[in-house]
Each structure stands twice: as C-alpha cells, then as structure tokens.
C-alpha cells in the first residue's frame, strides 16, 4: 500500500502500534520471570496489565475511524524486542541482568512514545479529537512507564555495581 495521505499514514501508524503493544504482551512475561528484583518485577507486571489496555484503546480508535487495527507487523519493535532477548541469553540471573533489562525496556518505552507523539499529532491535525485525547492517554502511560523504570534503574544500577 502506498501512502499518501495524512489519513493514511495515522492508520499505518495506528497499526504500527497496535502491533507492536502485541508483541509486548507476548514479550513482557518472559521479562517479568527474568527479573530478580521484586520492586522491578511489580512494576514490569503493572505495566503488562496496562499494556492491554492499550491494545483495547486502539481498538476502540480502529472503532472510531472504521478501520480495523490488524495487518502490519511492525518490524521496529520486533527488533527491539529481540534485543532484549539477547540480554537474557547474554547475563546471567542478578542485578546485573535487571539493569540491562531496565535499559531494554526503556529502548521499548521510546519506540512507543516516539510512536503514540506522532500519532496523536496526526490526529490532531486531522480533527479527530476523541482519538488524539485516547493516543494522548497511552502517551501518559508511556511517560510514566518510562520514569518508573528511571526511578528503579537508580536503585538497581547501584546495588548491581556494589556486586561488582
């Protein structure tokens, strides 16, 4: 499909992002078992549970503009997710290894602010007022996901290098 409207690029967007939220329900357990903090492990489990309700509201915008959110896979986060992967084979159980996975899940958190911005921004644009304050709603929740794990990357990285 090519492009070519601003119509068009929000619903690629949307898609985007819906893959993606999929992906990290899928991806998020796995991470939650890894980890050996348990204030980090509560934290990662909190957000698995607000992940879906993201994959609802985007849902529920696929709702409000007639479009279904299903078709794309999006490649970005694959490729995030797979490095973060990479951390679990690579470190062994510990600190150590929850302050890589911090830092993975952060590059996660990114790629979806980056994402849910551009998307509101485009909804904006085109009028859709109900969609933009929905995409606005993930936004938040990214931001605060992302300062959760800043806040836990300080307590985490700190006892990990006392390990040595």
């Not at 969609?131 to 931001?143: G, I, N, P």
């Not at 300062?147 to 990357?153: D, G, N, V």
Request: charge should be negative; hydrophobic fraction near 40%; aromatic fraction near 2%.
């Amino acid at each position: 499909m090519s492009i070519g409207t601003l119509e068009e690029l929000l619903i690629d967007e949307l898609k985007d992002l819906y893959s993606a939220e999929k992906q990290i329900v899928r991806a998020l357990p796995k991470i939650i078992k890894a980890v050996s903090t348990p204030e980090l492990q509560q934290g990662l489990a909190n957000h698995l549970e607000e992940t879906k309700g993201q994959v609802i509201r985007l849902e529920k915008i696929g709702e409000i503009l007639g479009k279904k959110m299903t078709g794309k896979a999006c490649v970005g986060m694959k490729g995030v997710l797979e490095e973060g992967s990479e951390v679990l084979e690579d470190t062994k159980k510990g600190l150590v290894r929850d302050a890589a996975l911090i830092s993975a899940c952060q590059r996660v958190e990114h790629y979806e602010m980056a994402g849910y911005g551009s998307a509101r921004d485009f909804a904006k644009l085109l009028g859709q007022k109900e969609v933009a304050a929905l995409l606005d709603e993930t936004l938040a929740e990214e931001k605060n996901a992302d300062r959760t794990l800043t806040e836990a990357s300080k307590q985490v990285n700190a006892q990990a290098k006392q390990q040595g």
